[in-house]
């Protein structure tokens, strides 16, 4: 199992940079694929981005690719630039046992979110 607590979040105005971290707990952490996911308000949950194991395998959704980086230590971030106002969402980060994914379904364990505001 792996616990995962993320931070990082907070308000930005358009076209500003937030870093997301995400510290995970428990041995087995760098065996899992790990994303980023986020809900926006009113809307449902949806992928951002994903990275393997290993950190070999990068994967974005169309809004997050030239902008969004996932990378991975000890830890795993996500660097978010040229921020847009719809990019005003909580967000997860997660865990899957699959290897890497970029469906919501595929993650097992998630954090408690961390609220991202990008004022217009």
Same mark, same amino acid.
């Given at each position: 199992?792996? =616990?995962?607590?993320?931070?990082?979040?907070?308000?930005?105005?358009?076209?500003?940079?937030?870093?997301?971290?995400?510290?995970?707990?428990?041995?087995?952490? *760098?065996?899992?694929?790990?994303?980023?996911?986020?809900?926006?308000?009113?809307?449902?949950?949806?992928?951002?981005? =994903?990275?393997?194991?290993?950190?070999?395998?990068?994967?974005?959704?169309?809004?997050?690719?030239?902008?969004?980086?996932? *990378?991975?230590?000890?830890?795993?971030?996500?660097?978010?630039?040229?921020?847009?106002?719809?990019?005003?969402?909580?967000?997860?980060?997660?865990?899957?046992?699959?290897?890497?994914?970029?469906?919501?379904? =595929?993650?097992?364990?998630?954090?408690?979110?961390?609220?991202?505001?990008?004022?217009?």
């Amino acid at each position: 199992q792996v =616990a995962l607590v993320e931070s990082g979040g907070g308000l930005v105005q358009t076209g500003g940079s937030l870093r997301l971290s995400c510290a995970a707990s428990g041995r087995t952490f *760098s065996t899992y694929g790990m994303g980023w996911l986020r809900q926006p308000p009113g809307k449902e949950r949806e992928f951002v981005a =994903a990275i393997s194991w290993n950190g070999d395998r990068t994967s974005y959704a169309d809004s997050a690719e030239g902008r969004f980086t996932i *990378s991975r230590d000890i830890a795993l971030y996500l660097q978010m630039n040229s921020l847009k106002p719809e990019d005003t969402a909580v967000y997860y980060c997660a865990a899957t046992g699959r290897g890497f994914s970029n469906y919501n379904y =595929a993650y097992g364990y998630w954090g408690q979110g961390t609220q991202v505001t990008v004022s217009s």
